[in-house]
């Protein structure tokens, strides 16, 4: 990707996030695999065709959303350059999430500064997937330290690798794969050979951003001054203990630097899952662990991007 779009993408991201009211990919992405589950699901009859009916989906989704996007730029380019600019650093944009991320987590923090535990609660419940309602003041800040560090990989350290080694294709297609991940890569009954494909996919997409994250979890420690020893101890001796293969590099080193340990009871849809428990409790999961998490993840995310830069910058010499 051009440096130029690059930090052009960044910095509107940064300035105005995802508005609702404009138009973004993975809601489109959304009704795509809504569709395809309604059209394709009714047709499959065992694990085997659920199997290769939800492969089918995934590979179609990931195709259109890499090739759509490649043909769609580049006749907006060939048509209109500046036009086509503009639409290539909006989706490029629409592919990171710094600000939203931040913005979301702040207002949780509002909510408990006001001593408004509901409020936070309902905060919460929007950027996670567990049932929040009956969730105490520390299950609220560990909810939002693990969505910190985990959507530190897959909404700003991923999409930034993507963009840079493949642009806003291959950022796009990161982003319908982490959507099918979301809407159906789950293990339960319903969705476990439909969505199987999908959740090893995305397990693959993250395999490296999710180590990255880790790594510059340890350096914006190690800069802002939190324990970056024991954030890259503990990502070390912990990461392989989250149910993920991924999603424990970034949750350990958070951990570590914060001296708060995650993991532990979480429900989904009332049914009750145990995680293995990350770091060890130093301190207090309250606000000020929160707070701590918020000011790493926005240093990853101005380090994810000087590192992006610097690779776009070494491409085009």
């Given at each position: 990707?051009?440096?130029?779009?690059?930090?052009?993408?960044?910095?509107?991201?940064?300035l105005?996030?995802?508005p609702?009211w404009?138009?973004?990919?993975?809601?489109?992405?959304?009704?795509?695999?809504?569709i395809?589950?309604?059209?394709?699901r009714?047709?499959a009859?065992?694990?085997a065709?659920?199997f290769l009916a939800?492969t089918?989906?995934?590979?179609a989704?990931?195709g259109?959303s890499?090739g759509g996007?490649?043909?769609?730029?580049?006749?907006?380019?060939a048509w209109?350059?500046?036009?086509?600019a503009?639409v290539?650093?909006?989706?490029?944009a629409?592919?990171?999430a710094?600000k939203d991320?931040l913005?979301e987590?702040?207002?949780v923090?509002d909510?408990?500064?006001c001593?408004d535990?509901?409020?936070?609660?309902?905060?919460?419940a929007?950027?996670?997937?567990?049932?929040?309602?009956?969730l105490?003041?520390?299950?609220?800040?560990?909810a939002?330290?693990?969505t910190l560090?985990?959507s530190?990989?897959?909404g700003?350290?991923a999409?930034?690798f993507y963009?840079a080694?493949?642009?806003?294709?291959a950022a796009?297609?990161?982003?319908?794969i982490?959507?099918?991940?979301?809407?159906?890569g789950h293990k339960?009954g319903?969705?476990?050979?439909?969505?199987?494909f999908a959740?090893?996919?995305?397990?693959?997409?993250?395999?490296?951003?999710?180590?990255?994250?880790?790594?510059?979890l340890?350096?914006?420690?190690?800069?802002g001054?939190?324990?970056?020893?024991?954030?890259l101890?503990t990502?070390?001796?912990d990461?392989h203990?989250?149910?993920?293969?991924?999603?424990?590099h970034p949750?350990?080193?958070?951990?570590?630097?914060?001296?708060?340990?995650?993991?532990g009871?979480?429900?989904?849809?009332?049914?009750?899952?145990?995680?293995?428990?990350?770091?060890q409790a130093?301190?207090?999961?309250?606000?000020?662990a929160?707070?701590t998490a918020r000011?790493l993840?926005a240093?990853?995310?101005?380090l994810?991007f000087a590192?992006a830069?610097?690779f776009?910058?070494g491409?085009h010499r």
């Amino acid at each position: 990707m051009s440096p130029l779009f690059l930090v052009a993408a960044y910095t509107l991201d940064r300035l105005i996030g995802d508005p609702p009211w404009l138009p973004h990919p993975v809601r489109w992405m959304g009704r795509f695999i809504a569709i395809g589950e309604q059209g394709l699901r009714p047709l499959a009859t065992g694990p085997a065709s659920l199997f290769l009916a939800g492969t089918g989906l995934s590979l179609a989704l990931v195709g259109l959303s890499y090739g759509g996007s490649w043909l769609a730029l580049r006749s907006l380019c060939a048509w209109s350059p500046t036009f086509g600019a503009m639409v290539m650093v909006y989706l490029a944009a629409t592919t990171l999430a710094t600000k939203d991320l931040l913005d979301e987590t702040a207002t949780v923090v509002d909510r408990l500064l006001c001593h408004d535990l509901p409020g936070a609660r309902a905060r919460v419940a929007r950027i996670v997937g567990r049932d929040t309602a009956e969730l105490s003041e520390s299950e609220v800040c560990r909810a939002t330290v693990e969505t910190l560090a985990e959507s530190a990989s897959d909404g700003i350290i991923a999409p930034l690798f993507y963009l840079a080694v493949g642009g806003v294709p291959a950022a796009l297609a990161y982003k319908a794969i982490n959507t099918l991940d979301s809407c159906i890569g789950h293990k339960d009954g319903h969705y476990f050979w439909f969505g199987k494909f999908a959740a090893r996919l995305d397990d693959l997409a993250n395999w490296l951003p999710a180590r990255l994250t880790a790594l510059l979890l340890v350096v914006a420690a190690a800069l802002g001054g939190a324990d970056w020893r024991r954030a890259l101890s503990t990502w070390w001796r912990d990461a392989h203990r989250h149910t993920s293969p991924n999603a424990g590099h970034p949750e350990a080193a958070m951990a570590g630097a914060l001296g708060v340990r995650l993991g532990g009871r979480n429900t989904y849809a009332g049914v009750p899952h145990v995680t293995p428990f990350l770091g060890q409790a130093l301190r207090p999961l309250d606000i000020v662990a929160v707070e701590t998490a918020r000011r790493l993840v926005a240093r990853v995310s101005w380090l994810g991007f000087a590192a992006a830069l610097i690779f776009c910058l070494g491409g085009h010499r």
